[in-house]
């Protein structure tokens, strides 16, 4: 149940991001960001309202601190996709995510074996040839495009990640309403500091931003429900595999393409998950 509820949750979570991502390029970055977080939050309390749930002070504390890696990995991930290359931002972004609930699970107890830090090694690899790669034969290697922001964001899904499974079965949903209407507040504040708009002015943002919403806050309950059922590290990496569905759709959709060494590092991230998930 753990793995089926896990991989939902990062099914849900990349077509979000695309979604996201496109609505960002069309329209505003921090404006979609933050109709995304809110609608998302405005579902999951109405839910809250009508299930069962008794969610305790610490349980409240740990949603709340994961809604500031949610906000922070959110706002920073969709100002990637709406300006770099999706099928690598993407990627790199959940290599990220991945690691830190494992160091989370480490510090709680948990001791996988050795697949595990096998594929934390292969990370870093991952990483540096996805994102330094050149974008041409023969062009200079460089970090940019968006990568950057892709890091970022992968460190507050992994935060993210990390607090949820801190909150135990039998809380209920009222968690990660909190969780993110934190988040909500978390893209304010950091469109404020980057200098970004962070005010819906247009009905584009708001419909473009209701779709991956709704996905977001579906996401966000199937992970919560795959933490609670087992290992945190197992959910944690599960749900990092949230980049497949974003990179199939930008190939798919836009087009996309990949040099020989991203592609490597590629293929490597996904080495990575697969023995983290596999330990």
Known sequence: MTVLLALV???????????AGLAARRTSVWAVTVVVQAS???LLA???LVTAGSPTGADLLWAALGGVGSGVGAGFLYRGLSSGQMSVIAPVSGVGAAVVPVLAGLAGGERPGWLVWLGIVAAFPA???????????????????GVRDGLLAGLGFGV???????VPDGSGTWPLAVNLAVSTLAVVALALVLRGDPVPRDRRVLVGGLVPGILSSGAALTFLLA?????????GVLASLYPAA??????????ERVTR??????????VSVVLVAGG
Not at 227 to 235: R, T
Not at 261 to 270: C, D, F, I, K, N
Request: aromatic share 8%; charged share 10%; with cysteine.
């Open 127 to 145: 990483i540096w040839l996805v994102s330094a790669a050149p974008r041409e034969e023969g062009a200079e290697s460089r970090l940019g495009d």
């Open 46 to 48: 109405l839910a809250s």
């Open 227 to 235: 933490s609670q059922q087992g290992y945190l590290s197992v959910a």
């Open 160 to 166: 993210l990640f990390a607090c949820l499974g801190q």
């Open 9 to 19: 949750s990062a099914l849900c979570y990349g077509c979000s991001d695309f979604a």
């Open 261 to 270: 060494w991203q592609s490597a590092g590629l293929a490597l991230a996904v």
């Open 40 to 42: 998302a939050t405005v």
């Open 246 to 255: 974003t990179v199939v759709l930008a190939l798919l959709v836009l087009r």
